[in-house]
């Protein structure tokens, strides 16, 4: 299926089947996968074919929706049993965005309580629907604190794709873009490239140009140069894991930026809906970092850039320290200072 819409949804879904937009094919084509199967949703995850934590937990919800719409087990406990079963698949997709495991552990404790098959299969579809839902009206309060952060006229760096195809709508990080349009303020967006998989050049500078939002894209080593020559307000980044501490796993290039907007005197934040927060990873050196294949490195479309036979080390995220972070967006209110006491403070009150 080809769209043209402006507005396009990574993951739309369609009760025997979802929609998910094959994030590999953008900016040169829009195009929907028809996924029926839990095996689909694990393939497109694990190749970035839907991707960016919140997007990645929603999928993955919807995976396991697909797999008990098509189940035909009739015993509640075995039922109940194979559904852990398939949880595990799925958590083995990709291993850094804690939202993957946020989302399927939800949607497995919402069965646990059914008192019959047909009531479980019920509450994991509606869990699902629930979490993509919900997803949008978070992204829009932390776009709203993000914006109350910035003026009219600002610039602002990002890195990677934190916006509204990694999300249910709107984005984290470029959640103030997309709502400072709405409200008729002109910000200015430097995207770095984001090497090696180009999210970047390929989805931010093509979902924020699709907007009609100011966009100007950088190489990432041009990101020092642009900081300081630039008069750039701000560096606004998304997040994949966010342990106690607040130290903060994000794509590959972050924690460069971090250091940079520090030796600038540049405030950096973290847009982080709470989903993202980990309070069982005490800090940064307990994140698992996704390593992915050297081809990423090594070719660029396919035409290899690289001497055969080349050592290559390809790490899809890195660790920010929460020293380095001068405050973490989330939809209950921006923290800043001891995120030890605050952000466990916010994840409580969620959970009230
Ligand atoms: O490897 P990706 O493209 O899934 O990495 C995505 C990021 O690092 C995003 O910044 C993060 O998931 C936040 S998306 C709102």
Redesign the pocket.
Known sequence: MTVTDKWVASVRYRSNHLLLLDQQQLPHNTVYLNVTTIEHVWDAISK?KV??????GIAAAYGLTLWSNAEKETDLNTFLEKLKKQRDYLASS?PT?VNLFWAIDRVTAAAQSASSVAEAKLRIEQEAQNIQAEDEEICRKIGEYALSLLQDGDSVMT?????AI??SKY???LAPFHLAKEKGWNLSVYANETRP?L?GSRLTAWELQSNDIDVTLITDNMAAHTLKTKNIKAVI????RVAANGDTA??IG?FGLALQAKALNIPFYV?CPLS?LDLNTKSGDDIPIEERPEEEVTHINGVRIAPKGIKVFNP??DVTPADYISAIITEKGVVEGNYIESLSQLKEEETN
Do not use: E, H, M, S
């Open positions: 970035l991707r960016g934590a919140p997007a990645i990709r965005a890195i990677c794709n934190a916006g990694a999300t984005g984290t990080a998989v999210q980044v998304g997040c994949d994000n794509k972050t847009a993202t899809a995220f």
